[in-house]
């Protein structure tokens, strides 16, 4: 196991009727800006319990937060925030909300020109608002993390820091059952990506984290597919696992000590830019191709998580290999995603501009070894169609 | 799963050459009291280390915290601390030393009488002094929660608070390398049985948690035999996974949501106060005979545990599950541990004095379901002999 520093100060409210939490944690003499996505927050009772905790708490609101958030649309609330003396953000609603409030917590004091530049330059964040998160979607980790992915022009980029993380976060499971399945697959989706960069890379003899990783990995293959059917369309310990699991995929813990990958992500970003494939798909199209073509730096790892996860007992390693990863296209699918980029109607003329939107964004030293190059890409690529 | 907040504010150091981080986390301007025990850090130069980091800090130091830490000698180091104006303390050592200083960080500042009455009476605690922590005996957890236990007059008992969380804790494999294999096997199985008491109970469909309790006894059983080999006695690896357990067994997360046990733990207080055994050794001697006089309460938990952690197979339950439990027993062997009441020279006439004190500690509603009477704690005690 490698060395580590770990912190994660966000405190979780986890469970039914948790949303009252918030009249606690936000302080009294606060100025608060409840910043949301679509309606659906309305139509679902979410925005009406949320109007309830607040109760006399001052408070103003920003909608329109849309999915794969926009640095035009965050800019806007910032706006709000110095016509009216914010000083507090609560984001209502699934990863893309979190992130656009983890920008704009940052953008609304960032002071050295235009607070892009925590994204494309990397420019360092020294002060943020606080803020607390009320999750509706469970999916990308955001409410519990330092990290966010905003989009700009086609460009669709991260910035991280520890000042913003959530002070709190308010995990309802019963705020999910209105999602669509389309929603939930994702959210799944994502979870389950997020564990395996983190996981599915080469060993370095660091067993808890493995098998916490091999944990969420179980728990969202059993419950995933559940959560879809009509039978269990309003079961709360579901939805809650995967509320749990998804939170847990990347809160950092699993990912201490441990080598990263990242290149599914990095591939996917270029994908939903580009084309405005849903995030999660692009995960799902890119991943399979991922651990086909590096298959041999991740021999070992994939040989546990064939036995661990799936509990394969195929005595020869390539075709256990073979499984696992058929196994893994099977889940995707059975999550109703998409794993081929000619599932969404792509092919071999749209690589080239996924590789040049890579190298403009420096992406050309990917995967735990650095050694996906463009030109790895490209085989990945051409493993997807 | 059942409803929960969570929240872990220890920020986490963990690797080799860690400790210099000390120097950063403590502030500048502190006058520091290092606590410690006993000469152990000196000969195996944690104590150089800690000097060095700490530099020009102001710094004063306190030993002679005793396994089982006693009251009367925590009071003696806040005559100190009132003395010198100490405001951080630096704990360094394994579960006493870090107890030790959450008493002491909290009964400095504690201005309602006796401090002994946050034991007792479970007095609020309202404030205390900051400090951090440096691990060398991985085992029970205290480095990275808010739990503590004290001894005063032969009476073993608990306070928590969230303030007495440490703001810090340095994990350093290497410094457990001069571990005594006793110490090593009382870690190992302080771990252990950390994790059984909030996952062995009744089943609630909390699938994280689960898991995430397995995959720690799972690893602590691997790790835990190899740790006491000459031939490993020198791996960090073996030591890093091990302290990694230990902290994670114990730091809040796998017990979110989910019934907690703890009779075992209870009734090895009493061992401890009245004959002096190690902590961990009173749970490996009570910890058998309780899943076997809890089997019916534990039945679904049993089977899972056995098919689960030991890989069982048996299609009789009942077979299985006593199956478990050998099991169980076996690897407390492995770690050369006691199992009963006779291997400490304890027998059926000491059982009277054990339920006395469980009396009058109010320890009379024991277990996930608070059915562990004095009446079961008797049959539990004659099962253990």
Redesign the interface.
């Known amino acids: 196991?490698?060395?580590?520093?770990?912190?994660?100060?966000?405190?979780?409210?986890?469970?039914?009727?948790?949303i009252n939490?918030i009249s606690k944690e936000i302080p009294e003499n606060a100025k608060v800006l409840v910043v949301y996505g679509g309606g659906s927050i309305k139509s679902n009772g979410v925005y009406d319990q949320v109007k309830e905790a607040l109760g006399n708490h001052k408070w103003y609101e920003f909608s329109g937060i849309e999915p794969n958030p926009l640095y035009d649309t965050a800019m806007k609330a910032i706006q709000i925030i110095k016509d009216k003396n914010i000083d507090y953000l609560l984001a209502v609603g699934g990863g893309s909300v979190i992130d656009a409030v983890k920008f704009i917590a940052a953008a609304a004091l960032y002071d050295e020109g235009d607070p892009w530049d925590m994204l494309v330059k990397q420019a360092k964040v020294k002060q943020a608002i606080p803020f607390g998160a009320v999750l509706t979607l469970p999916a990308t980790g955001s409410e519990s993390n330092s990290g966010s992915v905003m989009t700009r022009d086609g460009n669709k980029l991260f910035f991280g820091s520890p000042l913003v993380y959530p002070v709190f976060a308010v995990l309802d499971p019963a705020t999910t059952l209105s999602l669509s399945k389309r929603q939930i697959s994702n959210g799944v989706i994502d979870a389950f990506v997020h564990t395996v960069e983190q996981y599915l890379t080469y060993p370095v003899?660091?067993?808890?984290q493995?098998?916490?990783a091999?944990?969420?990995l179980?728990?969202l293959i059993?419950?995933g597919p559940l959560a879809l059917t009509d039978e269990h369309q309003n079961n709360l310990?579901i939805r809650?696992?995967i509320m749990?699991?998804a939170t847990?995929a990347l809160n950092g813990?699993i990912g201490?000590?441990v080598p990263h990958d990242w290149a599914t992500h990095m591939i996917g970003h270029e994908l939903t830019a580009l084309h405005g494939i849903d995030h999660a798909r692009t995960l799902s199209i890119v991943y399979p191709a991922v651990l086909k073509t590096c298959k041999e730096a991740k021999h070992v790892k994939l040989i546990q998580y064939g036995k661990r996860v799936w509990n394969l007992t195929n005595q020869n390693d390539d075709a256990l290999i073979k499984e696992a990863i058929a196994k893994t296209e099977a889940f995707f699918q059975t999550m109703q995603v998409p794993i081929r980029l000619s599932d969404v109607d792509l092919g071999k003329n749209d690589i080239d501009a996924i590789l040049t939107k890579l190298e403009q964004h420096r992406m050309v030293a990917l995967g735990e070894h650095q050694n996906i190059t463009l030109d790895v890409s490209r085989e990945i690529l051409k493993m997807a169609i």
């Open positions: 196991m490698n060395k580590f520093t770990f912190h994660n100060p966000t405190r979780i409210h986890f469970g039914e009727d948790q939490k003899n660091a067993k808890i493995d098998r916490f091999e944990g969420i179980q728990t059993e419950e310990d809650g696992n749990w699991s847990l813990l201490v000590g």
